[in-house]
């Protein structure tokens, strides 16, 4: 069984190489088009489309689990669930771990920086997928979104590195307890929002005077 956050963790992280050949192997199949424009809102399409791929990939190797797709706009795109589990995404009952996903065309020019989350905000195992692809002849005329390269891990490493960077920047972060708001520390909702070098707020949730 594929109970636990860990194991449904390292299952889904084993199956990244299988769920690329998949997504390559429909791009080439489906994705086919003259020219191949950037900027075109395909990273979008093939961030959803890693979601069915590693679906099929963990389907076909025997596992109870399932990624999700979130329906509304928030921090995460996908959540892995266990498959006969319901999910209450409120309060991630049946939930395993969550999934943000990036995709970055070599090509862009696109720092993709929105990476925005705080370190308290996730689980332990909530994870980052970064998707590298390329536009590729397929044929003589014809481009496909080819993935070259992906990274799956759990991302409070990466958050910690991002905000050590922070700091080397110059920024800083909210102390409930010194709150450029003037907060009782009890009530304060901006502890650990990011500050720049001028103290001013980096995310809408940070201080209103900052
Ligand atoms: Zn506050």
Known sequence: MDTSPKIAFHSVKALLPTACRKMNAFS???LRTRGGRIGSGMGALL???WGYMMNQALSENGHDLEIAWFANNQY???ACLEKTASWDEKNRVGEL???EAKSM????DESKAHF??????LHEYDSLLILVWEWKNIDANCFSPQIIDAFFDIAKPIILLRDELHIARGGSFVDADTCPDGCSPNDC???G?????AGKRERIGGPEIT
């Open 116 to 121: 925005d989350v705080l370190h308290n905000e």
């Open 189 to 191: 909702l901006h502890h």
């Open 47 to 49: 961030e959803a489309l």
């Open 105 to 108: 065309n070599v090509g862009a």
């Open 193 to 197: 929002e990011p500050l720049n070098a």
């Open 28 to 30: 080439s199949e489906v």
């Open 76 to 78: 995460n795109d996908f």
């Open 97 to 99: 771990f969550r999934i």
